[in-house]
């Protein structure tokens, strides 16, 4: 088991929905309901932007959501913006001690056309 | 407002040493447990190593274990990473995280330190 997979990309028009989706298995996603997602621009901190899978932290646009089936997470971003585009990461909960408590995703880069 | 600021990093040769520092401001520190991330140039974010709130238990990914470890001093609200050994490949942002609670996720991010070892 290594890091979580994500897209390497997504892209979408101002408005638009995306998602992202993030693949784990059932010792992190799968089993536990401690998914949180970041949002990453160029040269910056990463922001938390969801936890406990579906959570958004106070003062987090309503226009982004998270879900979770089986072993795959997801974040959802609706009326897509010229702001969203950077990177975003999902990170999970793992049981897997040779990752330690947590396991990242790859990353997805989203491009606003 | 949480405050997380991270020194301590530079240029330093392979099998080099560098502690990094955090200090922590606007939250209860030693409520929280805390963790250090990293992120290559270019590439993604890895989880490094992470401490409970007391300082009792630490943790480390298999790629740092018995190189680096995490130390917490509650009583100057800072987090520390002592790097020992390093290689090319620890060369990246260090970032210090406040953890939501246990396992949850990181709330709070420092802004980051980098690490770059060469000769």
């Known amino acids: 088991q290594s890091a979580l997979t994500q897209p390497a990309s997504v892209s979408g028009s101002p408005g638009q929905s995306i998602t992202i989706s993030c693949t784990g298995t059932s010792s992190d996603v799968g089993g536990y309901n401690y998914v949180s997602w970041y949002q990453q621009h160029p040269g910056k901190a990463p922001k938390l932007i969801i936890y406990?899978?579906?959570n958004r932290p106070s003062g987090v646009s309503n226009r982004f959501s998270g879900s979770k089936s089986g072993n795959t997470a997801s974040l959802t971003i609706s009326g897509l913006q010229a702001e969203d585009e950077a990177d975003y990461y999902c990170t999970s909960y793992t049981s897997d001690s040779s990752l330690g408590p947590y396991v990242f995703g790859t990353g997805t880069k989203v491009t606003v056309l | 407002e949480v405050q997380l600021v991270d020194s301590g990093g530079g240029l330093v040769q392979p099998g080099g040493s560098l502690r990094l520092s955090c200090a922590a401001s606007?939250?209860?520190?030693?409520?929280?447990?805390m963790s250090w991330v990293r992120q290559a140039p270019g590439k993604g974010l890895e989880w490094v190593s992470g401490i409970s709130n007391s300082g009792g238990s630490t943790y480390y990914a298999d790629s740092v274990k018995g190189r680096f470890t995490i130390s917490r001093d509650n009583s100057k609200n800072t987090l520390y990473l002592q790097m020992n050994s390093l290689r090319a490949e620890d060369t990246a942002a260090y970032y210090c995280a406040k953890d939501l609670s246990a396992g949850r996720g990181f709330d709070s991010w420092g802004q980051g330190i980098l690490v770059t070892v060469s000769s």
């Open positions: 606007g939250f209860t520190f030693n409520n929280y447990a």
């Open positions: 406990d899978v579906s």
